[in-house]
């Protein structure tokens, strides 16, 4: 309970900056997920959609499969179901979706295989979800990592993105966890919020559409727990996933 | 477009047949989609739901495991589609969706696991998906079969499930194929209208949900070619499979 209050907090805390406080939550959320004078990204005809980050991204997609638009390669979290969703309502568009996705992976690691698993498949569409990693691996004790160097990294890769992909459309994904569910103790916080914040502040910066996530889960656990929507507190169940591909369809358009 | 006119042909045949020549295609497939007289099901707290049929219901899943709600036992087709939209939409409901799909089944292979693949689990709603092997085994030579053993074979199914489940919910899947698309040649005209017609006479006799596939995908195929929804005709893409699971959501409410 101590949890979920401080979670409620947060919530509360993130509105007032938003200065979106008066809003119903639907029309916050929607509010919220594009950028600020700007429409929904717009998909064209034959258009690339990659969606980038760690486990959450990757949930076990076949890795040595370089194909786009079927289950094996697109794994079995919320970039599946964005596919899905994606290829079936936008079918005349003739998409690809990829998903590469690598478990365990920091913003720094994403860097190191930019070339070949971004910049190369030129994608017209560009959502990245990373973070969680970023913090918990040095809650863990395994990375010497700061919100400082979660912020330069990102900042940089999106800055070489832009120069490879003048026209690329960037959707950031905030990253997020379940205060309470398994690994996600008091120790994340509030230094977890600081990335959140990051995340945003630079999806700001690049004028991204931001997913905030974070919202979208604190939301869900008023309708089932925690445990419903992610095992461990970070990585969604299929339940989350769909919550989470649900958005994210949102904030694209034909 | 030989196979598209004779597929069109039928679509309009059994539209007079149904009697809801007049209305639009939305409305056609939102009327026959509940059975007449009666509302969408209605699924409750705590409510299990069963899909079961052949290769295009097991998608893959991982058979050694007797667990639901997640991917690897949902497999990657409509089923897991499905009920990744079911559990989160209806997070509150704490429903339990489970996959008994088996790759090759005909009727009566679904008989011989009935036991154990159905009336065990106690489903509140079950949805099945059978059919398309009675036919194309039959034609490849490897089976005896008649649309009247279909038929036969199906009605005692169903009343053997009626009998041990008497308060079940029936969703009854057309079978489909897209005509022209490798595996699915003129061979298998008319004779394959006779087992769909059988599948939508034995949903009324049983005052089951119907869900018209082929409808469904016919028009589909006006928006993207056959192939972009199934690989052989027979087998969905992930984007039939997302066509698929929306149509099953929507006959469905809380």
């Known amino acids: 309970m101590e949890n979920r209050n401080n979670n409620r907090r947060s919530f509360i805390k993130k509105t007032a900056l938003g200065g979106l406080i008066a809003v119903s939550m639907p029309e916050l959320l929607s509010a919220a997920m594009v950028p600020s004078g700007s429409e929904k990204n717009t998909l064209g005809k034959d258009n690339v959609v990659l969606f980038q980050g760690d486990s959450i991204t990757d949930s076990g997609r076949n890795r040595d499969d370089n194909s786009y638009n079927n289950p094996g390669v697109l794994g079995s979290g919320y970039a599946m179901l964005a596919g899905a969703a994606l290829i079936e309502k936008y079918a005349s568009l003739n998409l690809q979706v990829y998903n590469k996705g690598v478990s365990g992976n920091k913003v720094f690691e994403l860097a190191e295989r930019w070339d070949k698993d971004c910049l190369d498949i030129k994608p017209d569409i ?91 889960y604190n939301e869900a656990i008023t309708r089932a727990p925690g445990v419903y929507w992610t095992g461990d507190g970070v990585h969604p169940t299929l339940a989350g996933a769909q919550l989470m591909a649900q958005a994210w369809i949102d904030v694209v358009k034909a």
């Open 126 to 216: 560009l959502s990245i979800l990373i973070g969680v990693n970023d913090i918990w691996h040095k809650l863990e004790g395994n990375y010497n990592g700061t919100v400082e160097i979660y912020r330069n990294d990102y900042i940089a890769l999106l800055e070489r993105t832009r120069k490879a992909l003048p026209k690329v459309k960037l959707i950031i994904c905030e990253p997020f966890a379940i205060p309470g569910v398994k690994a996600v103790d008091d120790k994340w916080y509030p230094e977890f919020y600081s990335y959140q914040k990051a995340a945003m502040e630079i999806a700001a910066q690049f004028k991204a559409t931001f997913i905030p996530y974070q919202r979208i």
